[in-house]
């Protein structure tokens, strides 16, 4: 098992310990900033997150960089991401922290753009992310990163810089998703 491979794995672990974290402790116990509801739990999400996050990016360094490129990494990487960032959003949901709509808008443009590239794949074309998926994913981490922080520094400005990052990734997703489905729709439309 090479190294991009062992960070994709702790990515995948690193999603329970998110969860845990969120659900199991007090809100309430080691309150940072009064104004935002910022506490200790929400620092920690954040830094479980965080690490996370940078294992993707390490991952796909790692194996494009020494031809580390594997059948296993294929398969896992994306899952991996879509494990984190899927939990995070449904946390923030459950929580009421990130509007229902808009996670259920990018998850079910997930699930469409996978099976578009599970189709194309069975015809023997690869896809790689295209700009706006790439957009789509910047905006979606910096979006989680507010969520998790209650929006801190910028509740004190009064911006909801969360909620306008959490859009903007719902936006982008969507358009994303579109260009993969017309690019794609042959693929799935073929056998009808």
């Known amino acids: 098992m090479n190294m991009p491979n062992r960070l994709t794995i702790i990515r ?6 998110v969860v845990a974290v969120y659900l199991c402790m007090d809100p309430t116990i080691g309150v940072i900033d009064e104004a935002s509801g910022l506490a200790l739990r929400d620092v920690i999400a954040f830094v479980i997150f965080a690490v996370a996050s940078i294992t993707d990016f390490f991952d796909g360094m790692l194996a494009r960089k020494n031809n580390w490129i594997t059948s296993f990494g294929k398969f896992a990487d994306p899952i991996a991401d879509k494990m ?45 992310a295209g700009i706006f998926g790439k957009l789509k994913t910047v905006l979606q981490m910096f979006a989680l990163v507010f969520l998790l922080l209650k929006d801190w ?12 990052l959490l859009w903007a990734a ?3 997703s969507l358009y ?6 017309n690019q794609l729709k042959k693929y799935v439309l073929e056998t009808m």
Request: with cysteine.
């Open 12 to 17: 995948i672990l690193l999603v329970p310990v």
């Open 84 to 128: 984190l960032v899927n939990t995070v959003l449904i946390l923030m949901v459950y929580f009421h922290q990130a509007n229902v709509i808009a996670v259920l808008l990018m998850i079910a443009r997930d699930l469409i753009v996978d099976g578009l590239r599970m189709s194309a794949a069975n015809s023997g074309e690869v896809v790689s």
């Open 153 to 164: 520094p910028f509740v004190y400005m009064g911006i909801c810089m969360d909620q306008i």
């Open 170 to 172: 719902t936006v982008a």
């Open 176 to 181: 994303s998703g579109w260009i993969y489905f």
